[in-house]
């Protein structure tokens, strides 16, 4: 059985329980409104030592910070900003002397850069490698939120940042060439906290997801969630340092956000993000009535691209 | 460094972090206060392989009862009920067929039986062992939570059921005994949630927390908090399937409350709890100034008395 397989089955069971007032599994983040217009929105993300990080390929501070932000960039992506965590650490015996400090001062620093509070968690032993789980809280109002759902038919897709980078620092850090930029890139991601609650903010902006398992396989959940097709130009794509086009088209971990905006308003949304923030939204391609389509000079080209997969 | 060197490491980091209207470590629960008299509390607990649970000593539903049961008792004993978890679910290559939906099938029928949502979460390969972290969130009136730090000189000590069975019921399962009565209570620990939500609207119970370290260690978190000290009588401890005294009073992984409540209202605590549930609430004890006494009928006695740690 494999990841999305158990993820489905998972689906299935978890809908024949109460809801309790809660919008659950379906988005990057489950959605609780707690009244006045506002709403709370969580996520929960494990990392594994061996999976999803090498201890020797980054510093345990670099693994703080990362931890963190695979779970903030969740929050990000439904338009409202992070406000706390939780952290379960489980750690083996052989930990070198100062790894653990060295792991929470990265992610508190982290913490304190983007205005997160840690508010809770669990210490554990384990018999295996370094396993690392956070439970992320975001704050924002009922209005903001974006949804995987909500994209239509017409609508521009857009990418907040140039893509591939993370995928092509892997391959440099299997390599072993620890410091190419790429490399860096990979272990330690910048995420996108405020650009998502200004996009949250902007009405124009219909869905939004983050970008962890590559925009071949990412886009397909917003297509799924909303019964529509799309259209990808490749020539488009912005690529990060040293990146291949399959590397920004399939390559995880860019934590970039991925999002579709209405025809009329996308002009406007990317001249006042560009006045915004100094730097471009990146229009990728459109959504369609159906199917996932790659196109090169505005024609449909045959690719096989596939995201990353857990399992 | 041990367990609670590295938690009081982590308390100093997330104390300079921003709160953002979180009450945050340092009870069973983080507490988030959302208007209406209402609160929200969210607490997260890991379990490994190899460290709290042993593949061959308990089935895959066994363990999908308990994952979801240890995190669901941290709510109870704020004195509010569990409205919703978040599972993040890591995974070895070498699982037997099946496994994971008999975890989710033992996990899901829990939830519904208590009540609770499955709102999201995560899942993901492991190079080690299975590892299993929960979030659980429970939602109640501001004015029924209970804290640790809320205990006064002269409360009475209670627990709400028999102690020791799940360290006794360990024992059983390290030699090869799995089919004891002790070992089924290792297994699948009884819950006290209808406890836990019927003792929080009770405002004669000042102090409650679960006790899954052991009674020996969990009351120091109270004094500690609450700076004030107890004296327990071993000889009214009341003894789980096969337990000794030593195993009542410093023995892990029970999941029974313990609380503290007035002496002038002790008694008909006592008393309403028995009409209520068929079951007595347990005197084994009281607050005083400074100090943890253990007693024998009635007369202080010296115990070397420590709970189950982690590290």
């Known amino acids: 059985m494999g990841e999305f397989e158990l993820i489905e089955a998972i689906c299935r069971m978890s809908d024949r329980l109460p809801k309790n007032g809660f919008e659950g599994i379906g988005d990057d983040c489950a959605v ?16 594994c030592e061996g999976v999803h990080f090498l201890r020797e390929g980054a510093t345990a501070y670099e693994i703080g910070q990362k931890t963190l932000r695979v779970n903030l960039s969740d929050v ?42 840690l508010i809770g968690g ?19 109002a009922t209005a903001n939120l974006k949804r995987r759902r909500d994209a239509q038919k017409g609508d521009r897709i857009l990418v907040t940042a140039p893509l591939g980078g993370s995928a092509h620092g892997l391959k440099d850090i299997l390599a072993g060439q620890l410091d190419t930029a790429a490399a860096a ?26 970008l962890s398992d590559g925009l071949a396989s990412d886009i397909r959940h917003i297509l799924k969630a909303s019964d529509t097709g799309a259209a990808i130009d490749l020539d488009r794509l912005p690529l990060d340092a040293g990146a291949t086009i399959e590397e920004a088209a399939a ?10 905006a209405s025809d009329e308003g996308c002009d406007a949304l990317m001249r006042d993000f560009e006045a915004a923030f100094h730097r471009p939204l990146y229009l990728v391609g459109e959504i369609t009535a ?11 080209v045959e690719r096989e691209l596939q995201g990353f997969r857990h399992f």
């Open 185 to 210: 890139t990979h272990r330690l991601p910048e995420i996108e906290i405020e650009a998502g609650a200004w996009l949250g903010a902007r009405s124009e902006v219909h869905a939004m997801m983050d």
């Open 290 to 300: 159906e199917g996932l389509t790659w196109r090169e000079k505005g024609k449909k």
């Open 122 to 140: 669990d210490t554990t032993r384990t018999t295996g490698g370094i396993h690392l789980s956070v439970t992320a809280i975001g704050r924002g």
């Open 32 to 47: 609780l409104e707690i009244g006045g217009g506002e709403a709370l929105v969580f996520t929960a993300d494990a990392l």
């Open 251 to 260: 390559g995880g971990e860019d934590y970039k956000l991925l999002l579709t």
């Open 76 to 117: 990000a992506s439904m338009g409202v900003r992070p406000v706390a965590v939780l952290l379960s650490l489980s750690l083996p015996d052989d930990l070198p002397q100062g790894w653990a400090e060295a792991f929470m001062v990265g992610l508190t620093e982290d913490a304190a850069r983007y205005g997160v509070a």
